[in-house]
């Protein structure tokens, strides 16, 4: 948890912006907590926000919000070597799983520290779902987030973990593969394939001299 407390803030205020937006487009005080408290998942719940937004369907909306959260397979691969006991402790446990607790949770060769996973995810959790209620209730006398420059918060958290795994010249091929991919995607495919496609970038792991 005090691994986390650095980056608790942002996920707080990321929260903030998710309660405003989705209160502004009409889901109500309590579906917006109820979808942050199940589902966890910053970035896809903008997306379903977003794609909703544009009068898109549910459909839709749910499409983007998996292929998003699709990105947590090969994540989910990494982690699995660490969560060990019965298969329902095991599910719960990797409900932690999000990429800030995944990065924090790092301990080198490609391993990671289930207490850590664990303590940065129950704190992220509380900021997320705190946020999201403080922005349902109090929504109005924030305004528009982006006035604030909260909108471009989250990717300079991104960015920030970011830097923290490129400790060889193939994490950093692996990253800039990626980077790539995004945004030659991006102007052409529909919310979350860019990233699900960038995801193939770790692929150069499997280089060997």
């Keep these: ?3 986390a407390l650095p980056i608790a803030p942002m996920s707080l205020v990321f929260g903030v912006s998710f309660g405003v937006l989705a209160e502004a487009e009409g889901l109500g005080v309590l579906a917006p907590i109820v979808m942050s408290a199940t589902t966890f998942a910053g970035s896809a719940q903008f997306a ?3 794609v909703l937004e544009t009068a898109g369907g549910i459909f839709a909306a749910i499409s983007a919000a998996v292929l998003l959260n699709a990105r ?3 994540i989910s691969l990494t982690v699995a070597p660490s969560l060990g006991g019965a298969l329902p402790r095991r599910l719960l446990e990797s ?5 800030e607790s995944w990065a924090v949770a790092q301990v080198g060769s490609g391993r990671v520290d289930r207490r850590l996973l664990i303590g940065a995810g129950l704190t992220l959790y509380a900021c997320w779902v705190g946020g999201t209620t403080a922005g349902v209730l109090g929504g109005g006398l924030l305004g528009d987030p982006e006035t604030y420059g909260l909108d471009a918060a989250f990717p300079a958290l991104f960015l920030a973990l970011l830097i923290q795994q490129l400790g060889s010249r193939r994490a950093l091929a692996a990253a800039l593969a990626g980077a790539g991919l995004a945004l030659v995607l991006v102007p052409f495919s529909s ?3 860019p990233i699900i496609a960038a995801t ?3 692929l150069v792991g499997l280089w060997r001299r």
């Excluded at 409900?95 to 990429?99: C, L, R």
């Design 200 to 202: 193939a970038a770790c």
């Design 95 to 99: 409900q932690a799983i999000v990429d």
């Design 191 to 193: 919310p979350g394939v």
């Design 1 to 3: 948890m005090r691994a």
């Design 72 to 74: 947590y397979a090969p």
């Design 48 to 50: 379903a926000i977003s």
